[in-house]
């Protein structure tokens, strides 16, 4: 392939040379006063020593033309195929405006005039057409556009109808997160996609990285993106096509993929929420699969049973986190007890949003355990102060009955033991009888 290169740029020097030749040897024999020679002032002699002189000449230059054809090639090799033909539109264009104008100079006799004007006309004009054209290609493909926007085709019965198809783009560009998330091929088998899939060398290259990486999550993450890449490619369930091109003066991967889709007017498929935000900002179309999965999930109402695996503990205190099998989070209060473990919870609120779907919920058997054991507490509470009450109640029967029975005794002892003015006088008149 290098020697290929050495070979045509030299040819090319040699074609050049015979031109030159042809060209500047007569004025070349006329100045040294030999224009008269027939033997050297010929067409074949000016052009095999044009042709000699400017092959040795390409020894010298070859290694650094070579360089600038390769450095050319992996500029055009990085862009787009819209930059490259809106490009060379703009070069034939002002190639064509160059020669126009040039057909004036081209009369005159004097060799700056008719010659070294047009060449520079052509090199500029060529420059700032291939400027015109590549620096608003989004402005010429919106003017292009406008004439195909809507396709003309006739019936059988000869009436024309128009097909407009503002909203269709042919290319859906699959960003990382997507692959590695792997719902969109059950998508794709679904035929809910049409199109062509696009996937950019700078999202596999990200791929291998996350493949390659020293964490095990990344790597089985970034390996489960490469089997699902090379399921789509295997089973050729929807067309798919690589992107060769990169933009080097964009560090992020997010804004390489909107960037790429702003030049193909394409569609970025992804998952990623912040993504998500700056495409629609940007005004680029995005295919959110989350919004789909949202728009498809059943309504969780709170109090309805869910059996769920507490898989870890959560942010807050006591709580246990589990996941559904469509990967929705459901955190459970007192969850940290039932690691590991299946349990149904009963849902008490849940929270929608376009990152996802987080429910929270409780153990089925606490919220019943809490209501048995209010019912028992309240009944034995009830039979507790019933019994309570009955027995303050006969505790003060007892005390009054005992105190009845005490103020009884003391009467009587105070009635035996005292003694009348009457018995006191007889007993004193028997004594003094006596």
Request: avoid cysteine; glycine fraction near 6%; proline fraction near 3%.
């Amino acid at each position: 392939m290098k020697m290929t290169k050495r070979l045509v740029i030299q040819l090319l020097f040699v074609i050049g040379g015979v031109g030159l030749g042809f060209r500047f040897f007569p004025v070349l024999w006329e100045v040294t006063g030999l224009a008269q020679n027939h033997i050297i002032n010929n067409f074949l002699t000016n052009a095999v020593l044009g042709a000699i002189i400017l092959y040795f000449l390409s020894f010298l230059l070859v290694g650094y033309l070579e360089k600038l054809v390769n450095r050319l090639e992996k500029y055009l090799a990085k862009q787009s195929p819209i930059y490259i033909l809106f490009g060379s539109l703009g070069i034939i264009v002002g190639l064509v405006f160059a020669i126009l104008i040039s057909t004036v100079f081209f009369r005159t006799s004097w060799f700056v005039t008719n010659t070294l004007i047009p060449v520079v006309l052509m090199l500029l004009m060529g420059y700032l057409g291939f400027r015109i054209g590549t620096t608003r290609t989004d402005e010429w493909r919106r003017l292009f556009a406008l004439g195909f926007r809507r396709n003309k085709r006739t019936s059988d019965t000869g009436e024309i109808l128009d097909e407009s198809e503002p909203n269709f783009h042919h290319y859906k560009i699959l960003d990382t997160n997507i692959l590695i998330d792997g719902r969109i091929y059950d998508i794709i088998k679904t035929g809910f996609l049409e199109g062509t899939l696009l996937v950019p060398n700078f999202v596999l290259h990200e791929l291998q990285y996350i493949a390659d990486s020293s964490d095990s999550i990344k790597r089985v993450r970034g390996r489960r993106g490469l089997d699902i890449l090379n399921k789509l490619q295997s089973e050729k369930v929807m067309p798919i096509e690589m992107y060769e091109g990169d933009f080097e003066d964009i560090p992020e991967v997010d804004d390489k993929l909107i960037e790429l889709a702003k030049q193909l007017q394409a569609v970025v498929v992804t998952n990623d929420y912040n993504l998500n935000k700056v495409s629609q900002f940007q005004n680029v179309q995005i295919m959110n699969i989350n919004a789909l999965a949202k728009s498809l999930k059943p309504r969780v109402i709170p109090g309805e049973l869910l059996n769920v695996m507490v898989v870890k503990n959560g942010t807050e205190r006591q709580q246990g986190v589990a996941y559904l099998d469509d990967g929705t989070m459901v955190v459970v209060e007192d969850g940290r007890y039932f690691i590991n473990d299946h349990i149904d919870v009963t849902v008490t609120s849940a929270l929608q949003t376009d990152a996802g779907r987080m429910i929270f919920a409780k153990p089925t058997h606490s919220t019943r355990g809490i209501s048995d054991k209010a019912t028992s507490g309240n009944s034995q509470a009830t039979s507790e102060s019933s019994s309570t009450q009955s027995q303050t109640a006969a505790s003060n029967s007892a005390k009054a009955s005992a105190s009845s029975s005490a103020v009884d005794n003391t009467v009587d002892r105070t009635v035996r033991g005292t003694k009348t003015p009457a018995k006191k006088n007889h007993r004193a008149a028997k004594k003094r009888k006596n």
